[in-house]
Every structure is written in structure tokens, then in C-alpha cells.
């Protein structure tokens, strides 16, 4: 079957660092992505990992083990416009076709 | 060019209705996909449309779902016979032929009273 985990919640306070995990079984492996959603807007996109290793864009990165089957969201500096909920999804066909999403996690920045 | 835009942004029915809604994807973008999402959970994968021929469907798309992309360009997703199941948020996102982005739409929110 096909099944992503990542926590329910989360809470930081700004200025910190904290790391979203994401573990993934699925029938196939075709590249693992990060999406940022706010409460009642559309999901936008933040990273993409096909290979294992670091990627890194500007205060986000994100890692990714395919033995593993593993992968983590890192957020650097938080600000308060980053509490949002964070989808991890993995493609597990060819390339262009759906992505299996988790429930998302929702993460809370306090002042 | 502004992104994906979904039409409309809200929808209220009564049980048994039809729905339409409408997609325009970002121009030049050949594939496009519906998902939902409800209430705590991550977006469902519904359909997928390369330029005008649908590739695949999920599971979830029972009869009374049904979607077009006729020329290539916008797409439409129709549900038949509404049930208080069907009540989510309707995501559309497109991506082009290179390029492992998908862009979404705002979503259109269905709600089935």
C-alpha cells in the first residue's frame, strides 16, 4: 500500500529552527516534495528531492534518505508567517503524474 | 500570466444537485490534475489530464464524478447526484511537460447541506 506519516503538530518560537519529519512506504519512488499550505489558501511549493541528500533554498531545506524512506522539512530563523500547515508527498510513478500527499502537519510560531 | 485559477471559489448545493466547476491552468502548462482535500487532511488525487487525453483516474472518482479537458487548455470536473460526502475543498493544480512543479489553484469549496 501507499503511506506517508509526518507529526500532527507542531510549535516553535520565532527565531528558532525545527525540523518537520516525513516517513514514506509507497509501491514506487519518483522524487519527494514540500509544499507550504496557510489555512484556506492552496498549497504552494517549497522543495523537491529525487536524489538522497541536502537541498537547500534559502531559510527551508530539506533532506531526504531513500533506503530510509525518510525525509525532513528544516526551517531556519522562524518567523511567524511561516505557521502553516507543511505537506510532504511523494510521486511515485514517471514523472508528471499525481502526488500521494500526507495529513500535513500543522506547525504553530510563537512569539 | 496570474497562476491557476478555479471557478468558482465557493459552491453551496442541496443533496442530489449537480455541480460543475471550472479549471484554467497557468498557459502552456500541459498536464493537469484535480485533488481534495478535506478538513485535516493532505490533498487526495482525483484525475489527471495530459493536454487533452485523461491518463489516469483514481479510485475515489466514482461514476458520479466525471472530468473533461476538450481542448487541452481549461478543464472542468462535474459531480453528479451530490452526497454530504462530497463536501471538501476541490484543488486544481497544473504543471508543464519539463518540470516537476505542480502549481495549485485557490480550490473551489463545496459544501452539500
Known amino acids: 500500500g501507499q503511506n506517508i506519516d509526518q507529526p500532527t503538530e507542531m510549535t516553535a518560537t520565532e527565531g528558532a529552527i525545527v525540523q518537520i519529519n516525513c516517513t514514506y512506504q509507497t509501491s514506487g519512488f519518483n522524487g519527494l516534495f514540500w509544499y507550504q499550505q496557510h489555512a484556506g489558501e492552496a498549497p504552494t511549493f517549497l522543495s523537491y528531492n529525487v536524489l538522497d541528500g541536502l537541498e537547500e533554498k534559502g531559510r527551508f531545506s530539506s533532506f531526504l534518505s531513500r533506503s530510509k524512506g525518510y525525509s525532513y522539512l528544516l526551517l531556519k530563523e522562524l518567523q511567524m508567517k511561516d505557521s502553516a500547515s507543511y505537506l510532504c508527498?511523494?510521486?511515485?510513478?514517471?514523472?508528471?503524474?499525481?502526488?500521494?500527499f500526507g495529513k500535513g502537519t500543522t506547525l504553530s510560531v510563537s512569539s | 500570466d496570474t497562476g491557476v485559477s478555479q471557478d468558482p471559489r465557493h459552491k453551496i448545493t442541496k443533496r442530489g444537485q449537480n455541480v460543475t466547476f471550472r479549471c484554467d491552468p497557468i498557459s502552456e502548462h500541459n498536464r493537469l490534475y484535480w485533488y481534495r482535500q478535506t478538513l485535516g487532511q493532505g490533498p487526495e488525487f482525483l484525475t489527471y489530464?495530459?493536454?487533452?487525453?485523461?491518463?489516469?483516474k483514481s479510485r475515489l472518482l466514482s461514476d458520479r464524478f466525471s472530468a473533461e479537458r476538450p481542448k487541452g487548455s481549461f478543464s472542468t470536473l462535474e459531480i453528479q447526484r451530490t452526497e454530504q460526502g462530497d463536501s471538501a475543498m476541490y484543488l486544481c493544480a497544473s504543471s508543464p511537460q519539463t518540470g516537476n512543479e505542480q502549481y495549485f489553484g485557490p480550490g473551489t469549496r463545496l459544501t452539500v447541506t
Open positions: 489530464f495530459q493536454n487533452e487525453a485523461q491518463l489516469e
Open positions: 508527498a511523494v510521486r511515485s510513478n514517471q514523472a508528471g503524474t499525481a502526488l500521494i
